[in-house]
């Protein structure tokens, strides 16, 4: 038996009034999802633990069967690991994100509003060579700072003998002035005004701007935290696991898990990533080799969840439902191959607040060994009239493997 999770970041979602009174889930073209639902199991899962942040390291975790309250230290320390970033144990990391503030002339760094997390989505390329401009700037990084470029918007920054602090995420504030979402921390907010001033008239933004996209203008630190220690994935489940995924969060938790990262051509964490790319890499992983479980993580519908459209979600959950579930079902039947599969969100992104929720979310899981029958569909609606409800996220793990 073969083993697959697919999962699409915030995918859960609440009624809209423009699509109907309907989920973005419950309304997008989602034949193979509806198919799968009809012979499957479906229900809610409580992804994040009492009293934690609703995050996708936290959720992630969960799903994959680490209890966040044992294993969780921080967003950043994760997505060190997974660009091969050293830290020792006194060592703190901080997520930097390239933000996108507006930029009128004349007003204060403090009265700035943020309008996005993502500056568009912006290229590996050009946010690394962004990166670059701000390490080669004299005196911005201080003794004991060091800057790693990542994936996109997302960068990490290694303080040597630091504290943990309270920091804002960005994409809870979207569309707000910053003043009082700006860290206490005297060096780092220094740092993201002078990352502003040296970012703002680079060449790649002010090309951005003349075709219409947001400039990447701005630092923002956030999810510090210390060197994570992950028990082996193997050890726990006795399954050789591979991680399919373009987001460096994920990547880092596969590391420290001791699963295989397959990284996939063109997959960018985006709304154009390579779905049929994922889709293939994890047929492979499990008929052509040693894998027992594939973990196909897609970031699109959360991306599209915080840029607030609801088009893009509603495309991002097609997409995955067309261009991955498809593909991986087809592919393995076609290989032979007994298996399970779970699809899931890690927790919803709802359009209507731009970031993510606690609440529990709607898993499905099909055996291609055991088909029944059932009239349920895999939405939230659905999912909740089902009455099967997982109180914790690492059940999820347990229950897909008990076969």
Not at 335 to 345: E, K, S
Request: glycine share 10%; proline share 6%; charged share 25%.
């Amino acid at each position: 038996m073969k083993y697959v999770i697919v999962l699409g970041d915030g995918m859960a979602d609440e009624p809209i009034e423009s699509l109907g009174g309907k989920t973005p889930l419950e309304y997008a073209k989602t034949d193979m999802m509806d198919e799968l639902a009809a012979v499957s199991e479906i229900g809610m899962l409580h992804t994040i633990p009492e009293g934690m942040k609703p995050g996708s390291d936290t959720a992630n975790l969960s799903v994959l069967g680490y209890d966040p309250k044992k294993y969780y230290s921080g967003r950043s320390p994760l997505e060190a690991l997974s660009i091969g970033v050293p830290m020792e144990t006194d060592d703190i990391a901080l997520r930097c994100n390239i933000v996108t503030l507006t930029e009128e002339e004349g007003i204060p760094f403090e009265e700035r509003t943020i309008t996005d997390h993502s500056s568009g989505e912006i290229s590996t390329e050009d946010c690394t060579v962004l990166v670059e401009a701000l390490k080669a700037t004299p005196g911005f990084l201080k003794e004991g700072y060091e800057l790693y470029p990542g994936t996109s918007y997302r960068h990490c920054l290694i303080i040597k003998g630091g504290e943990v602090m309270d920091l804002s995420q960005p994409h809870d504030h979207l569309g707000c002035k910053i003043g009082e979402f700006l860290p206490e921390d005297s060096e780092l907010l220094r740092m993201m005004k002078e990352s502003y001033e040296i970012l703002k008239d680079h060449p790649i933004n002010i090309e951005r701007k003349k075709a219409g996209l947001n400039p990447a203008n701005c630092c923002w630190f956030w999810g510090a935290g210390t060197k994570p220690a992950l028990s082996s994935f193997e050890d726990a489940y006795h399954k050789k696991g591979v991680m399919i995924s373009a987001v460096d969060l994920l990547k880092g938790i596969a590391v420290g898990a001791g699963m295989k990262v397959i990284k996939v051509p063109g997959a960018n964490g985006g709304l154009d990533t390579n779905y049929e790319g994922k889709a293939q890499a994890a047929v492979d992983a499990l008929t052509k080799d040693v894998f027992e479980l594939a973990y196909v993580h897609v970031e699109a519908p959360d991306e599209m969840g915080h840029q607030g459209s609801v088009e893009k979600k509603v495309k991002s959950i097609e997409c995955l439902d067309a261009r991955v579930i498809r593909p991986v079902v087809e592919g393995l039947k076609e290989a032979g191959v007994d298996f399970r599969l779970a699809i899931l969100p890690d927790h919803p992104t709802p359009i209507r607040i731009r970031t993510h929720s606690s609440d529990p979310v709607p898993f499905m899981i099909y055996d291609s060994t055991n088909e029944g029958s059932f009239d349920h569909k895999y939405n939230e609606k659905d999912a909740k009239a089902s009455g099967l409800y997982l109180a914790e996220g690492p059940m999820l793990m347990k229950r897909l493997l008990s076969t």
